[in-house]
Structure formats: structure tokens, C-alpha cells
């Protein structure tokens, strides 16, 4: 379950590491959010760019940008179908866009069946 305050750890290649939530999407009164839902952030901790090429500009995120995350993984017991639960060690989720597109090229981890689109699902090499 996440929260609003809560940091996140990004499990793409985006230079964003950290995130705080201050919005959970779907409800104006939502409490809190799990798997496959969308949450509005700060980015807090960023890595600084490797290498600015003079023909490629890409842009990067910095410290205080307002970026929105699909949650891949959560801290909580997930449980199946089978009666068999699921946990990870940390609360994680991916950056998108506006569209629903994916930020980054390269997602880190697995992720959990639990995923409602099978285009995020599809993205993974092993789900759980």
C-alpha cells in the first residue's frame, strides 16, 4: 500500500532514483494505492547526466520535478488466486508519460501478474 509521502525507488534507467508521492490517481479521496495504479511525485534524489552530446538533446529530469509513476512493486503481501502470496523488499514503479508510455528503454526487476495492462506486463522479462 502506498501512501501519500511515501518515497519510491525507480526501477528504470531514467536518471530519477527517488520519488515522494503527493497524489494517488483514480479518487478524489483515495487513501492509498497498490500495484498497477498511477501516482503523481517530486523527484527527490536524481543522478546528475553523464555526457551532453553537441548534436542530441535529451531532457533530463531534475531535483523538484513533478513526474508521474506506474507502481511495478509494493511492499505488501499480494495474494493469488492459489492461495500463494507475493512480497518485495521495496516500494518501486516505473516513469511514464502523459500517454501511458513508458519513459525509459530498460526496466529493472520483476514484476507481479497483478499488472492490469499487458503492455507494461509485456515489457518484462519475468513476472511473478
Partial sequence: MILKQT?????????????QTFHLYKGSYRHASTVGLFIKGSARIVEPPRLEYKGFKFKFNKKGDICRMMLIRVNRHLRNFDGSSISFFSNSGILIKKKQNVKSK?????????????????LYK???
Avoid at 8 to 15: C, G, I, V
Fill in 7 to 19: 518515497w519510491l525507488h525507480a526501477a528504470d534507467n531514467t536518471n530519477v532514483r527517488w520519488l
Fill in 106 to 122: 530498460y526496466l529493472h526487476g520483476p514484476t507481479t501478474h497483478h499488472l492490469k495492462r499487458k503492455k507494461f506486463k509485456s
Fill in 126 to 128: 519475468t513476472v511473478l
